[in-house]
T-cell receptor, first 114, second 114 residues
Framework: DAGITQSPRHKVTETGTPVTLRCHQTENHRYMYWYRQDPGHGLRLIHYSYGVKDTDKGEVSDGYSVSRSKTEDFLLTLESATSSQTSVYFC?????????????FGSGTRLTVV | DQQVKQNSPSLSVQEGRISILNCDYT??????FLWYKKYPAEGPTFLIS?????DKNEDGRFTVFLNKSAKHLSLHIVPSQPGDSAVYFC?????????????FGKGTKLSVIP
């Protein structure tokens, strides 16, 4: 849908292990975002990117890092997974940033940390 | 501090009637407001938006109203249909330089009863 793919769709991992989630777009959009969705919290921004190698922190960035070495890929890494990082992770893309046209979201990755 | 608030976690409406979803914000710099719709196991999809220079925007069955003095916006769905049953997120952004991100509320789950 709209050229954005998240992988994997589902993952179960153990506490303390590193995990990398991938977001791939074919739209050549400049802006990419990682959000997490949790019951009672809605969608919260983890990190975002406004260009290749240009990234910044969001509201809940502790325990996460990102990399964007090319326009189409935005990687989210949990350096040492904890149970509190069990969540649904959504990637989003935008051509113009946070405007009236909004973002296009991927289908999400459901991550369970046991 | 929550800058975008959706105080009703859920709402039930009979098919054919009006659904009214509410959203309040605290950041006076916000000037773009958006509504997203989310079905289970899917990513959020953009529904409708409004800028602060307007007080109403309409798209088919969906109308968004903005009351800047009250820092309040609402989404009206008329008539409501069972397919409208989903979680609705309110989002806002400030269009000033350096602002690239949307801030989301916690969401309201709408159930349209046939």
């Amino acid at each position: 849908d709209a050229g954005i793919t998240q992988s994997p769709r589902h993952k179960v991992t153990e506490t303390g292990t590193p995990v990398t989630l991938r977001c791939h777009q074919t739209e050549n959009h400049r802006y990419m975002y990682w959000y997490r969705q949790d019951p009672g919290h809605g969608l919260r921004l983890i990190h975002y990117s406004y260009g290749v190698k240009d990234t910044d922190k969001g509201e809940v960035s502790d325990g996460y890092s990102v990399s964007r070495s090319k326009t189409e890929d935005f990687l989210l890494t949990l350096e040492s997974a904890t149970s509190s990082q069990t969540s649904v992770y959504f990637c989003a893309i935008s051509e113009t940033g946070a405007t009236l046209y909004g973002y296009t979201f991927g289908s999400g990755t459901r991550l369970t940390v046991v | 501090d929550q800058q975008v608030k959706q105080n009703s976690p859920s709402l039930s409406v009979q098919e054919g009637r009006i659904s009214i979803l509410n959203c309040d914000y605290t950041n006076s710099m916000f000037d773009y407001f958006l509504w997203y719709k989310k079905y289970p196991a899917e990513g959020p999809t953009f529904l409708i938006s409004i800028s602060s220079i307007k007080d109403k925007n309409e798209d088919g069955r969906f109308t968004v109203f903005l009351n800047k003095s009250a820092k309040h916006l609402s989404l009206h769905i008329v008539p409501s249909q069972p397919g409208d049953s989903a979680v609705y997120f309110c989002a806002a952004s400030a269009s000033g330089a350096g602002s690239y991100q949307l801030t989301f509320g916690k969401g309201t789950k709408l159930s349209v009863i046939p």
